[in-house]
């Protein structure tokens, strides 16, 4: 039997070997010439003169192979008091008709289709209609503003954009034309066909150029899958960076395919026919990667929750949909446990359940709290496994590959070790690689494996400066961190202006972009504080004009209505505190890690280049009288 070790070496040696025996379990219509090719910037293309098709892998084959009649679908919806289910053989019927639709209005093969949906079932059908046609999607999560929706109408310039007419939160109900119909007039490009799904919450009467879903299904042909070489992008996906323009991360047909195929065994350990919980976006790659793509492909029953962790209706839900659909492995966010922890302390919603399928959580999107660890295993008595990944790579970097359970122990704190593929380092700021223990940045050896990003959408040159310039020869993943001596890698967070809050991932920089607009602030820094909940918030420091009349609470108001209106709620945007000054460099950059190090009261590196460093107290003692962070919390003297 081959040890994680082995796994680790065969995988690093001989890649090769190691992807074309992976690449082998997938039906390919035509099979790959070439395991790998490495460009001139260090990055592979992975299994060049193959074709296939994604949606194949994820439905049709499974009919071949008399997995039909098993349930792949459920859409489970709190929100809504429906649960319904789609076998296999149901949910190709629905998708081959939406793809079919999709053709009847245009869309072919390259063409981009923006989906802007809730968590509705419709959501998963579209992304498959679009891999079907071997059209490329880009969802876009259902809480973004309408000003975040044209900036990805104008940077996919896509065909047709699907929509709902509302997301449901909680149990408020929010109309989502009116955003799409904003997003539609600031962007410059014109999509050339809406397509709108009615529900039953929200009903509206649509423009004469929309095309109500149902209506455009009633007449639409059921189209065959339209094999595709394995580069063809399958979807792009916005995530944010340094700057406040998103980056369109493409992922393509055929490595994703079988990087993620081979991470549902060998790394969450779950077979065809179990069912595998995701609860999270489709808005964002979790979604993406685990509850469409990897469980179809697997086999799967996969479920599709539109609800909370807590009020939909209590703090019980997550235990009475594994119950209910006899979750076998359940995957979500840290915070999810945070918030339904604060509601149920000792965990007394779980007596009225029976969770005996589920075999393991696995947690991600954020850094697993040893606190929220302790209770959640003491809560299950079963396994929770913290992992490690990003939008960019799709698929897990980091963890306790279940394949290797029985020689990888669970750390808490640590990430795991990494995944067979992948090679962590950590290095410093001149490049050289860290000694164990020692902490610095978190880089990947080129080339990355399958699945991860091989471009940015139509910008490749954005992917190398913002990835591959800083440490030659390895893609820098953003976090800083280290790998302690049994090789476990321990991520202590990102080390640029990208925050964390409720696991959702944003750009500072991209607030600090909406707060420096304010006709009062004169400088600005936004930076992310740590937050007992959310894990990260974040919160405006603002040096304001001479002779502004409004108050600072007046300005506070405007500046969270906006940056609610230009980014969403989700951002969870609701402090400012005035100050006299920001701490700077002689040469004028703003300190935002030091500032970040003070609201955190973590130990602060003096940069040497600080202008001048009395201004560091000012803002400390600014903090605590304004009781922010863990500076501002009453132990320290707030
Ligand atoms: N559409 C519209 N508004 C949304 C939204 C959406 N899809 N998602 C969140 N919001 C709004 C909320 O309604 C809330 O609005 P309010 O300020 O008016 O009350 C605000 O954004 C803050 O939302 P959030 O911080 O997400 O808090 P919450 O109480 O709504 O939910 C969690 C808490 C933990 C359930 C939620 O943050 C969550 O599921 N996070 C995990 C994210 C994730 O899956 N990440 C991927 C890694 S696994
Ligand atoms: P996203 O691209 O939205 O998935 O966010 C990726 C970022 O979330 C990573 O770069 C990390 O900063 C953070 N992250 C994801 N998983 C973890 C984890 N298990 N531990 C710590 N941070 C994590």
């Known amino acids: 039997m081959t040890t994680y070790d082995q796994a680790f070496l065969q995988a690093a040696s001989d890649p090769e070997a190691f992807w074309q025996s992976a690449a082998s379990t997938i039906d390919w219509s035509k099979a790959p010439e070439r395991t790998f090719e490495i460009g001139p910037d260090g990055l592979a293309t992975w299994f060049g003169g193959g074709e296939l098709n994604t949606c194949h892998l994820a439905l049709d084959r499974h009919i071949e192979l008399g997995r039909g009649e098993q349930v792949a679908l459920v859409y489970d919806s709190p929100a809504t008091g429906v649960v319904q289910r789609w076998t296999y053989r149901e949910l190709l019927e629905e998708v081959s008709k939406l793809a079919g639709l999709l053709v009847a209005e245009g869309v072919t093969e390259g063409d981009r289709v923006i989906i802007y949906l809730p968590m509705v079932p419709e959501a998963a059908f579209a992304m498959l209609a679009c891999a079907r046609i071997g059209a490329i999607h880009s969802v876009v999560f259902g809480g973004f503003a309408a000003k975040e929706l044209a900036t990805r109408i104008d940077d996919a310039t896509p065909k047709v954009l699907l929509t709902a007419t509302c997301g449901i939160e909680f149990e408020q109900v929010i109309p989502y034309l009116p955003l799409v119909d904003e997003a539609c007039n600031l962007a410059s490009h014109v999509l050339s066909r809406r397509i709108v799904l009615q529900r039953a919450q929200c009903v509206t009467a649509l423009k004469d150029e929309d095309l ?41 047909h055929g490595g994703h395919a079988v990087a993620l195929l081979q991470s549902m065994s060998n790394f969450y350990g779950v077979q065809p026919g179990e069912v595998f919980w995701a609860a999270s976006d489709v808005g964002w790659v979790v979604g993406h990667s685990y509850i469409v793509y990897a469980p179809l492909m697997a086999g799967c029953t996969t479920i599709l929750f539109e609800g909370k962790p807590v009020r939909t209706p209590d703090a019980g839900t997550f235990w009475r949909v594994i119950e209910d659909h006899a979750v076998n492995v359940f995957f979500t966010a840290p915070t999810a446990f945070r918030a339904i922890r604060k509601e149920d302390p000792s965990g007394a919603m779980l007596e009225n359940y029976d969770i005996t399928s589920l075999r393991q959580v696995f947690v991600a999107g954020e850094r697993t709290d040893p606190s929220t660890y302790e209770w959640l295993t003491d809560l299950l008595g079963l396994p929770v496994i913290d992992h490690w990944w990003q939008t960019e790579t799709g698929w897990p970097v980091a963890g306790v590959p279940q394949g290797f359970a029985d020689e990888i122990r669970i750390k808490p704190g640590a990430a795991g070790r990494i995944l067979p593929g992948f090679e962590v380092l950590i290095v410093d700021e001149a490049n050289q690689i860290c000694e164990p223990g020692e902490t610095g940045a978190v880089v990947l050896k080129l080339p990355l494996p399958p699945g991860c990003l091989p471009t940015v959408w139509r910008n490749h040159h954005r992917l190398v400066e913002a990835y591959l310039e800083e440490y030659p020869g390895y893609y820098h993943t953003g976090d800083g961190g280290y790998i302690d001596e049994e090789g476990y890698l321990f991520i202590m967070g990102r080390t640029d202006d990208v925050i964390n809050v409720a696991g959702h991932r944003l750009s500072t920089g991209e607030m600090e972009a909406i707060v420096a607009d304010h006709p009062a602030v004169a400088e600005c820094a936004v930076i992310g504080i740590e937050d007992r909940d959310k894990g990260q918030i974040p919160i405006g420091l603002l040096v304001l004009k001479d002779g502004v009349t409004q108050t600072i609470t007046q300005i506070q108001a405007d500046l969270v209505l906006s940056l609610r209106t230009d980014i969403g709620a989700f951002a969870n945007f609701k402090r400012v505190l005035q100050v006299e000054r920001l701490p700077k460099t002689r040469s004028g950059k703003i300190l935002r890690k030091t500032l970040r190090q003070i609201a955190d009261n973590h130990t602060i590196d003096v940069p040497a280049t600080i202008d001048d460093p009395a201004i560091l107290d000012e803002i400390r003692e600014k903090l605590v009288a304004a009781s922010i962070g863990e500076v501002g919390r009453p132990s320290h003297g707030g």
């Open 212 to 252: 109500d879903w149902q209506q455009g299904l009633k007449t639409a042909p059921s189209v065959p899958c339209v094999p595709v070489p394995a580069e063809h992008p399958l979807y792009i996906l916005y995530t944010s960076g340094t700057t406040g323009k998103p980056k369109g991360v493409v992922r393509d």
